[in-house]
C-alpha cells in the first residue's frame, strides 16, 4: 500500500529536550516536505526537499532541521524544543507537480 | 504580497445542494492548482488537481475550475451528502514547482 508514514503520532516533552519526527514513505518520490498546521494559520511549509541530499528552508524554518540521506526518509529534527512549536505536524511526498501524498500527522506539545 | 485565500472559513448547505468553494490567489503565477479534503486530525486527501491550461475538470460529483485571468478557483460539490462535511483545502505550486502553498481552508457543513 502506498503510504507515508510518521512517528510518533503523539508525543509531549519539555522546552530544551531534542527529538526527532520520522517520515518514510514507500513511493519512490524525490520531493518530501514538512508542514506545520495551526488553528488559524493554516498549513505551512517547514522545510523541503527535492532529493537525497537536496534540502531547502519553507516559509516557517526557524528552531526545525532536516536530513535527506536515503530518498524514502524525511526526518523532522527540533535541537532546542520551545513551547511556540507546539503544532500538528505533518510530512508529505510527491513525485515533481504532482499530487502530494500526506502522513497521519504528529501532534507535538512542548511544556 | 502573495496571499491564497478561501473566501469563507465556513459554509453550511443541505442535503442534496451543490457546494461552492472559492480560492483566490494574489502575486503567484501557479502552473497548477490543486484541492485537498482534510478530515479533523487527518492529513489532507488530494481530490483534483487542474493546469493553467485547462479551464475545467472534473471527477464524479466534483467540479474544479480554474481562471488565470481572475486568479481564482472555484470547487463545486454536487448533490452533497453528510459525509462531504469536512475541510477543503486548495494548494498551488510555488517556486516552479519546489513548494505547494495553501490555503487557510474551508469548513463545509451538509446537513441532512
Known amino acids: 500500500e502506498a503510504q507515508v508514514t510518521q512517528n510518533p503520532r503523539y508525543l509531549i516533552t519539555v522546552t530544551g529536550k531534542k527529538l526527532t519526527v520520522t517520515c518514510s514513505q514507500n513511493?519512490?518520490?524525490?520531493?518530501m516536505s514538512w508542514y506545520r498546521q495551526d488553528p488559524g494559520l493554516g498549513l505551512r511549509q517547514i522545510y523541503y526537499?527535492?532529493?537525497?541530499?537536496?534540502?531547502d528552508k519553507g516559509d516557517v524554518p526557524e528552531g526545525y532541521k532536516v536530513s535527506r540521506k536515503e530518498k524514502r526518509n524525511f526526518p523532522l529534527i527540533l535541537e532546542s524544543p520551545s513551547p511556540n512549536q507546539t503544532s500538528l505536524y505533518f510530512c508529505?511526498?510527491?513525485?515533481?507537480?504532482?499530487?502530494?501524498?500526506f502522513g497521519q500527522g504528529t501532534r507535538l506539545t512542548v511544556v | 504580497s502573495q496571499k491564497i485565500e478561501q473566501n469563507s472559513e465556513a459554509l453550511n448547505i443541505q442535503e442534496g445542494k451543490t457546494a461552492t468553494l472559492t480560492c483566490n490567489y494574489t502575486?503567484?503565477?501557479?502552473?497548477?492548482l490543486q484541492w485537498y479534503r482534510q478530515d479533523p486530525g487527518r492529513g489532507p486527501v488530494f481530490l483534483l488537481l487542474?493546469?493553467?491550461?485547462?479551464k475545467e475538470k472534473r471527477k464524479e460529483r466534483l467540479k474544479v475550475t480554474f481562471d488565470t485571468t481572475l486568479k481564482q478557483s472555484l470547487f463545486h460539490i454536487t448533490a452533497s451528502q453528510p459525509a462531504d462535511s469536512a475541510t477543503y483545502l486548495c494548494?498551488?505550486?510555488?517556486?516552479?514547482?519546489?513548494?505547494?502553498?495553501f490555503g487557510k481552508g474551508t469548513t463545509l457543513s451538509v446537513s441532512s
Open positions: 508529505a511526498s510527491s513525485l515533481i507537480n504532482t499530487e502530494a501524498f
Open positions: 513511493m519512490n518520490h524525490e520531493y
Open positions: 526537499s527535492m532529493n537525497v541530499e537536496v534540502t
Open positions: 502575486n503567484y503565477s501557479p502552473a497548477y
Open positions: 487542474i493546469r493553467e491550461n485547462e
Open positions: 494548494a498551488l505550486d510555488h517556486q516552479a514547482g519546489t513548494a505547494l502553498i
